[in-house]
Nanobody, 119 residues
Framework: QVQLVESGGGLVQPGGSLRLSCAAS????????VSWYRQAPGKERELVAT????????TYLDSVKGRLTISRDNAKNTVYLQMNSLKFEDTAVYYC????????????WGQGTQVTVSS
């Protein structure tokens, strides 16, 4: 079964850290660029970070630069999002998305994981 499964979300205080994981099954994640998106209540989904299939290049939403880091371990078929210095405005459901590097019509979404930053 082809799927992406996010994990690692939860409740954290401002200034705290979380590490999200996006694990792929049924396909080889190393052929895919992977992105993290988030959607806060009442807001549109926004792109947070992207990593190329080999991990050589990353891009970030301006508001998360220096605080969130995307990385991947292709041997584990997993992409991560390390989240440090979390702020109230980081509260959202976080989704991972994989797009095949050579055939963009092959794309998958995970089910999402909730991150809540609250004191």
């Amino acid at each position: 079964q082809v799927q992406l499964v996010e994990s690692g979300g939860g409740l954290v205080q401002p200034g705290g850290s979380l590490r999200l994981s996006c694990a792929a099954s049924g396909f080889t994640l190393s052929f895919y660029a992977v992105s993290w998106y988030r959607q806060a209540p009442g807001k549109e989904r926004e792109l947070v970070a992207t990593i190329t299939r080999a991990g050589g290049s990353t891009t970030y939403l301006d508001s998360v630069k220096g605080r969130l880091t995307i990385s991947r371990d292709n041997a584990k078929n997993t992409v991560y999002l390390q989240m440090n210095s979390l702020k109230f405005e980081d509260t959202a459901v976080y989704y991972c998305n994989a797009v095949h590097a050579f055939n963009p019509s092959l794309a998958y979404w995970g089910q999402g994981t909730q991150v809540t930053v609250s004191s």
